[in-house]
């Protein structure tokens, strides 16, 4: 499938904008995380089949829209850092049961973890990432659905470097793969330019000391 990502929409560039400072606090990153991964619920929604159900309206009862056997969708949010963009899914997909995976890099997810998995077969996958660096954390899970008979896959991440997301859309035709942004700029954060960590608040003393006032570290 072709990989979507929005990176010129004007929603996704300031939302982006918020994201990437470091002169914002950990909720407030967090937010925009939420945001960021509730605008690629609204995307991914198209994919999904609605049903009719009853709903309450001023008028008595009335027909609105649900998504369809939304229980069986399971979300896979990856690491500490995915935590913030699956609740952005999770204000459109209210059902959906959620299983917090840490795979492995080049290795994928442990027996332990793939037991934990509600079945697999012909289920809907959503994994959520915040950023997708090389994909080595992401390959391997997606191969290890793949053998075990998942249904559709689909791939929500807040941002990937474009040769990343190239290589990706190529080795997995027929996932679905949903990007915020892609990007020409590739790094892997460690310290204060770690995800998780401002994420978290988890930034040591001492990283932060070593900081230059006023510097604002850029994830393009």
């Known amino acids: 499938m072709p990989l979507k990502h929005y990176s010129d929409r004007h929603l ?131 191969n290890q659905l793949q053998e075990r008979g998942a249904g559709r896959l689909i791939v929500v991440a807040l941002v990937g470097p474009a040769t990343t997301a190239k290589r990706l859309e190529g080795a997995f035709p027929g996932v679905h793969f949903f990007f915020a942004r892609v990007s020409e700029n590739q790094y892997m954060g460690v310290g204060t330019t770690d995800t998780g960590n401002r994420l978290f608040g988890t930034l040591s003393t001492k990283s932060l000391e070593a900081r230059p006032p006023h510097q604002v570290s850029v994830k393009e």
């Open 12 to 142: 996704i560039r300031l939302l982006a904008t918020r994201s990437r400072r470091t002169d914002i606090t950990p909720w407030e990153l967090t937010q925009s995380h939420v945001e960021l991964g509730r605008f690629l619920a609204g995307e991914l929604a198209e994919l999904l089949d609605l049903e009719p159900c009853d709903i309450q309206h001023p008028q008595g009862l009335r027909k609105g829209w649900q998504v369809a056997r939304e229980e069986e969708i399971v979300l896979l949010p990856l690491l500490r850092a995915g935590l913030y963009a699956t609740d952005g899914v999770r204000e459109v997909l209210r059902r959906a049961p959620v299983v917090h995976i840490s795979p492995q890099r080049e290795r994928g997810l442990s027996d332990a973890e793939l037991a934990q998995l509600p079945s697999i077969e012909g289920r809907t996958f959503i994994l959520i990432d915040s950023v997708v660096n090389t994909g080595a954390s992401l390959e391997p899970v997606l």
